[in-house]
């Protein structure tokens, strides 16, 4: 098992950036691929980005590739997203979830792959 615990989020104004991290402890944290999900008031809670166990591959919701940025510190035991031009839509609570690494298993992007998640944090983009 383990207990992610995340921080950084807060207000920001449209074009602005924030970096979320994501603490984990726990069972060893290079066990898990790391994502990042955000859920906006009455809306599901949407995959934004992952990050392979060695941090060899990634990917990225259409709607944030290029402004967003997800790495790793495996040393740390620490997931980061780096969020850059933010917009208005981009308001929501942020979660970092893991995705504990099975035979067979690969990176996910679905909510439902994921094991672990956090308490999530808000991010308000004011325009």
Same mark, same amino acid.
């Given at each position: 098992?383990?207990?992610?615990?995340?921080?950084?989020?807060?207000?920001?104004?449209?074009?602005?950036?924030?970096?979320?991290?994501?603490?984990?402890?726990?069972?060893?944290?290079?066990?898990?691929?790391?994502?990042?999900?955000?859920?906006? !008031?009455?809306? +599901?809670?949407?995959?934004?980005?992952?990050?392979?166990?060695?941090?060899?591959?990634?990917?990225?919701?259409?709607? @944030?590739?290029?402004?967003?940025?997800?790495?790793?510190?495996?040393?740390?035991?620490?997931?980061?997203?780096?969020?850059?031009?933010?917009? !208005? +839509?981009?308001?929501?609570?942020?979660?970092?979830?893991?995705?504990?690494?099975?035979?067979?298993?690969?990176?996910?992007?679905?909510?439902?792959?994921?094991?672990?998640?956090?308490?999530? !944090?808000?991010?308000? @983009?004011?325009?």
């Amino acid at each position: 098992q383990v207990q992610l615990v995340e921080s950084g989020g807060g207000l920001v104004q449209a074009g602005g950036s924030l970096r979320l991290s994501c603490a984990a402890s726990g069972r060893a944290f290079s066990s898990y691929h790391m994502g990042w999900f955000r859920q906006a !008031p009455g809306k +599901e809670r949407d995959f934004v980005a992952a990050i392979s166990w060695r941090g060899l591959s990634t990917y990225y919701a259409d709607s @944030v590739k290029g402004r967003f940025t997800i790495s790793r510190d495996n040393a740390k035991n620490t997931v980061y997203l780096q969020m850059g031009s933010l917009k !208005p +839509e981009d308001t929501a609570v942020y979660f970092c979830a893991a995705q504990l690494r099975r035979l067979g298993s690969t990176l996910s992007t679905a909510r439902t792959a994921y094991d672990f998640w956090g308490q999530g !944090p808000q991010v308000t @983009v004011s325009s």
